[in-house]
């Protein structure tokens, strides 16, 4: 199966954990998109859906789904989105399509995570993927020094600006292996948005699209 099959799997899977006649978190990615799709044809009841992004929020209006900000949701059951790298507990890093402080901020609100993944993104331990890391552009100098006494190795990606105005720094070699501690540790770099380590909130549930068929991972049994 390839890894776009895998990313359909999941996407068509996720549709079981929508709460009907609530409002829907919905992430950023490839694999989403393969989610919104499926969320088109599935004719759910939606009060509507809390997009992560502001490619997210036109995809999901081009298909007919009503987009609402945050600021107007009173609660939000589910959030579904992709990772870059997850483990099996829910650790994940995230921000491979720089929407990772919406995807962090939407993740909060939820109440669970369903995170949406092809076999390759399950890890045991999370770094092989370059860490992004949202800054402020004043602080690029300061953050990327802070970032190389933390073991990293900062990238600044070339040619692209977040939703919000910030740029991204790409952080190889880490080998995260208490990946809720580097967590703050690089949200108290003073200049820093976030970063894409969700450890502290990460997924309550793993969908992982195999060549046999869903693996259905529950972060808190492991
Ligand atoms: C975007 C993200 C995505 O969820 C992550 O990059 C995975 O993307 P894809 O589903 O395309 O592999 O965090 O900021």
Redesign the pocket.
Known sequence: MT?DEQ?KLVAREAIKYIVEDSYLGV????????FIDELARANKRLRGAVA??IQTAERLRSCGIPVVELTAVDELPVYI????ETTAHGA?????????TR?KIVAAVARKFVC???QS?LVGVLGKYPL?VEVIPMARGHVAHELVKLGGQPMLREHFLTDNGNIVLDVEELRILNPADLEAKINNIAGTVTN?LFARRGADVILVGTDNGVQTLDAHKF
């Open positions: 890894q990313k992430g950023t990615g490839s694999t989403t998109n393969f992560s992004s989105d992709g990772a870059d994940m890093i995230k921000g491979g399509g720089g929407a990772l995807e949406i993944v092809d993104k992004p894409g």
